[in-house]
């Protein structure tokens, strides 16, 4: 460090300890403060009541909006539908189902 | 709050309220910021008091608060000249008194952009480490010694044109 470096640091710290800087304490109070903490705590408070209360109806929509799907609609079943091989659930008998039966015994 | 937080709280804003308003006039060169920051600071603090009081020293903790918020405020303001703000207001260097020397150098600290500010603040107000300014400012030392020199680099230039410019080269390099 060259002699105007350590010349400077030591002007530094001789103006930052300077008494014009210390400032009188009247606009800041203990009980200010304490107005202030109690104001920032209710402000806490309700952002956070707020944001689960934001958290609660979004909720309760994708809730609402799931039970709605979940209830399939009534379609009407047809009637007159045909079957075949004596089951609703048969399938119609076609020449390579039959094939396929014969070999496995079926 | 407690009764015991309320306590230790109000005891330790008494003892160190005017250290702190020192500390934040000194950073910010402005004494109505330098009051809502450590007004801001206390507020927070006393929020976390139990939690601050066990895992730190609560003076570095609401310094620490001051520094970011003063930083943030700065980021966000952007544009303004604190020394052209702080000739409208009449906040000159003259309470310096005769010690034009000072008040050219007060003046060159105000023109540095507000990190390298803070900077020279912690290392040669607040006598912090680097390895402590590096905390603050949740940087690397390499970062804050880089800025150290730049600020002083600036500091010196500044300073001393300045005093060259009023008085002689003599009141510079004494």
Known sequence: MTDDEERLEADLRRVLGHPRHALPARGVTVEGIHLGARRRRRARLTAALGALLAVAVLVGSALALAGSRDVPPRSPVPEDRPSVGGSPGALPQTPARAAYGAGTGL | VDAQTRETFDAFTRRRLGALLQFAHVLTGDRHEAAALVQDGLERTLLAWPRVVRNADPEAYVRR???????????????????????????????????????????????????????????????????????????SVGSVRTQVATALHGLGRRSGRAVLGRESAATWTR
């Open chain 2, 65 to 139: 608060l001051i520094v970011t918020r003063h930083l943030r405020a700065q980021r966000r303001s952007g544009s303004v000249n604190p020394v052209l703000e702080g000739a409208q207001r009449g906040d000159d260097a003259s309470e310096f008194g005769a010690g034009r020397h000072d008040a050219a150098l007060w003046s060159a600290l105000r023109l540095l952009p507000p990190r390298q500010r803070t900077v020279i603040v912690l290392r040669y107000y607040a006598h912090l480490s680097d390895r402590e300014v590096a905390d603050i400012l949740r940087c």
